[in-house]
């Protein structure tokens, strides 16, 4: 038996910011880089400020040492997630609390692993970005006793066949949503762009602004991509067409249906169109608006993302059927493995299972996502962590491939 003898902990930074999305939503404009304007948020000094995250190393009784990164997602703080990122108080409430826990444990054993250090006696919860983190060294220890993938590690949890098969990899633009389009082009992402539409400025009066970058995009991809590249076009919205337009779920659907619409024989996907500011509601009102949009018969489709943060809210909104995609949004989620259970559920339900994530992560919290993406066979995953496009579709993609050729060769072997 291969066993946990101690544990260390190393400061980590983040690939993008923590930004305070209310002060944003409040209609503040660039400063170069930076916002013009005060947080709105409790735990920001400032209303963007750089991701911060901590490494655990989990080191095993045969000397080598499995790490995980414990961050939190871009916009924390909003839509009934974690607070902001506090580096010194995780690392306290691991030293005290999470670390003791896993000396001694077998290091192969890791949902028995997950469950003893997540499960607090007195019934206080465990911050998400320790789940996270600590799932990712936890998933990695695994791999390492049993000598294979981490992807065979999260299969063997779940009764999963080995995947052989890629998933599709979505890019993200950022700020530069017409440069960093092209770049997704030229590397000929499978889905694109996000967008980053959270300002006025960027959705226009009545969207128009945001229907002419729509359109821009689909007719982009023609002029630069390959003969017969159509990617799928998936735009994050922001809450703006209930900022916007109406927070109505008849008339968010008859404006998404114009965005489909404008861009005739593309798959569309719409992140967020409302934020409905609670829970039930999100859950109640997108139910209606997937609904309509079926009701209506247009292509387009939404995605879950705001109020849909841990298992349980991935469950619930299956399970009133409030999306056609669901963003898993692996730092919210918290532990990997539940990550994988709410990939499962999404899939089981007839509804798209979207790994996800945020541009805050680290290179190693992406790349262990990948292997819980592809283990699962989730519908899409994100290409991260950053917003400079070329990074995350590197890291998750050579990652996928790694991943894939290692299953591939095992399994060569083992018919000889």
């Known amino acids: 038996m291969s066993q946990i003898v101690d544990a260390i902990l190393a400061p980590a930074s983040g690939s993008y910011f923590y930004d305070d999305q209310a002060a944003i939503r409040s209609g503040l404009t660039h400063d170069g880089f930076a916002y013009d304007g005060a947080p709105l948020t409790p735990g920001f000094d400032k209303v963007r400020i750089p991701s911060a995250a901590l490494g655990i190393g989990l080191v095993l009784d045969d000397g080598a040492v499995v790490w995980g990164d414990m961050v939190s997602v871009q916009y924390s703080g909003a839509a009934g997630r974690d607070p902001l990122f506090d580096r010194d108080a995780i690392a306290e409430m691991c030293r005290e609390v999470i670390i003791p826990q896993l000396i001694g444990r077998d290091s192969a054993d890791v949902a028995g692993n997950c469950e003893a250090c997540f499960a607090r006696e007195d019934g206080a919860p465990v911050p998400m970005a320790i789940r996270y983190g600590v799932s990712q060294a936890l998933i990695s220890a695994a791999a390492h006793a049993k000598k294979c993938t981490m992807a065979e590690v999260i299969c063997g949890v779940f009764g999963e066949p080995l995947p ?9 633009s950022g700020d ?9 082009i030229l590397k000929e992402v499978d889905i694109l762009p996000h967008g980053l539409i959270n300002s006025r400025e960027k959705f226009g009066q009545d ?21 017969g590249y ?27 249906a114009r965005c489909a619409e404008a861009v005739p024989g593309y798959e569309l996907l719409i992140e967020s169109p409302v934020d409905y500011g609670d829970r039930a509601e999100q859950i109640g009102k997108y139910a209606e ?15 879950a993302d705001e109020h849909c943060n841990n298992l349980a809210d991935v469950l619930d909104f299956c399970d009133a059927r409030a999306a056609h995609v669901i963003q ?16 499962a559920y999404a899939k089981d339900s007839g509804i798209g299972a979207y790994c996800g994530g945020t541009s805050a992560e680290t290179d190693l919290s992406a790349r262990i996502c990948v ?4 283990a699962m066979q989730a519908t899409m995953m994100l290409a991260k962590p950053g917003m400079g496009v070329d990074e995350g579709i590197c890291i998750v993609g050579n990652e996928q491939n790694r991943a894939l050729a290692q299953l591939r060769h095992k399994a060569a072997q083992a018919q000889r």
């Not at 530069?176 to 997704?184: H, I």
């Open 371 to 374: 292997h819980v993406a592809l």
């Open 289 to 303: 608006l997937v609904t309509e949009l079926d009701r209506i018969g247009t292509p387009a489709q939404v995605v």
């Open 176 to 184: 530069e949503r017409k440069l960093n389009v092209d770049k997704m």
């Open 164 to 172: 052989s098969e890629p998933i599709p990899i979505f890019s993200q």
């Open 207 to 227: 969207g128009a602004v945001f229907l002419d970058y729509i359109r821009w995009v689909a007719a982009r991809t023609q002029e630069l991509g390959q003969p």
């Open 230 to 256: 159509k990617p799928k076009l998936h735009f994050d919205l922001y809450g703006w067409i209930g900022l916007g337009i109406s927070k109505d779920p008849v008339e968010v659907a008859a404006f998404m």
């Open 328 to 343: 898993v949004k692996t730092p919210d989620v918290g532990s990997l493995l539940d990550t994988a259970r709410a990939i």
